[in-house]
């Protein structure tokens, strides 16, 4: 029989790490403010590192979870894609889905790099075009989600909600 809708496991992990990547992409204050004071040679608090440190376990979290997602939709697969769309905008969905899964894995491994190694030019391209494309990436998997929803009448939305 085929599946109709994402596991209640798939869809906690994709909610939890909604949440956790919105977390870290509109409150990046602390690292922001450890990295300025690092590059500056300035004297760093132990508030600045809590709270670079927050934002740094958060996606470290976030790279944990994105490749617990990828055992899991291996293990439990995924739904056919939803009937009564263009499927030119299947192919844009799994192109869309395919950059996610390569940024959920590029953003907190670059992160971890700048953080924890010292390797600036990756934390300049993590803070600078890869989170931009990141947010571009979320702004069309959103859009894409609502299209189908709300246009097209599909239930791609209603199967990673309740099921």
Do not use: C
Not at 16 to 45: E, T, V, Y
Not at 63 to 77: D, E, K, N, P
Not at 139 to 161: C, D, E, K, P
């Amino acid at each position: 029989m085929p599946k109709t809708s994402y596991s209640l496991t798939q869809r906690i992990l994709h909610w939890s790490m909604a949440l956790l990547i919105f977390f870290n992409l509109l409150f990046p204050d602390g690292m922001n403010r450890w990295h300025h004071l690092h590059r500056s040679g300035q004297p760093i608090s132990p508030d600045d590192i809590a709270g670079a440190n927050i934002h740094a376990y958060i996606g470290i979290l976030i790279l944990v979870l994105a490749a617990l997602r990828l055992i899991v939709r291996a293990l439990s697969g995924a739904p056919a894609e939803a009937e009564g769309s263009p499927a030119v905008l299947h192919l844009v969905a799994r192109a869309t889905h395919a950059a996610l899964y390569l940024l959920l894995f590029a953003m907190p491994l670059s992160g971890i790099a700048a953080y924890y190694f010292g390797i600036d030019s990756l934390g300049s391209l993590h803070g600078g075009p890869v989170k931009m494309l990141l947010w571009v990436l979320i702004s069309l998997h959103v859009l894409g989600a609502f299209a189908q929803h709300f246009y097209w009448r599909t239930n791609a939305l209603r199967r990673m909600t309740i099921g």
